[in-house]
Every structure is written in C-alpha cells, then in structure tokens.
C-alpha cells in the first residue's frame, strides 16, 4: 500500500494534460497531504511547501498508475489468448482513434 504524503508540496512547471489544449497547458500543482489542493498557473506555494520541478515532464492530476494501457483492465479476458501478431494488428482498432 502507497504511504501518503504529508505536508504540502508544490509541483512546479510541468505540462498538464487538459482536453481543451492540444499540446497541455504549463502550469503548478499545489498538493495538501497527498491531495490536489490548487491548479493553475504561477501558483503561490505556501511558505515551507517542498518545492519539487517539473519543467520538461507531462503531469496527469488525480490520474494513478496508469497510461496508455489503461484501458486493457476494462477488456480483461476479452484478448488474453491473443497472438502478438494479432494484438498488433488489431491495436488500431482497440484504440478506437484516441487522442491527447
């Protein structure tokens, strides 16, 4: 079991993935005890709050453990006796034309 943050720590700089942008947007993520306390840009940390950059690396708020395969745990048993060739081939289609 993952051992919760305490205190507050402020992640600086990183690009938020926001449906509303192409590309994500810059901006800070102020976490209090392990939870997402503010989002936006510029954000004020509060005194004493570790200071953790993240200039060059893409952020996911509230998203845990997961990326692109994430939606394999929604198919389970549905492609496990798949051959590679044919997960391949069939990638495309599984992926039903997702985007950012």
């Given at each position: ?8 720590q ?8 926001d ?8 901006a ?7 939870m997402?306390a503010?989002i936006g840009p510029?954000?004020a940390?509060?005194?004493g709050a570790?200071l953790v950059e993240?200039?060059g690396c893409l952020l996911?708020p509230?998203l845990?453990?997961?990326?692109t395969?994430g ?5 389970k048993?549905?492609g496990?006796?798949?051959?590679l ?7 495309p289609w ?7």
């Amino acid at each position: 079991m993952a051992e919760t943050v305490r205190g507050r720590q402020l992640i600086r700089g990183g690009r938020i993935l926001d449906l509303a942008s192409p590309r994500g947007i810059e901006a800070d993520i102020l976490l209090d005890d392990g939870m997402i306390a503010e989002i936006g840009p510029n954000l004020a940390g509060p005194e004493g709050a570790e200071l953790v950059e993240a200039a060059g690396c893409l952020l996911h708020p509230g998203l845990v453990n997961a990326h692109t395969h994430g939606h394999g745990g929604l198919q389970k048993g549905m492609g496990d006796c798949w051959t590679l060739e044919l997960l391949l081939a069939a990638g495309p289609w599984i992926g039903g034309a997702r985007q950012l």
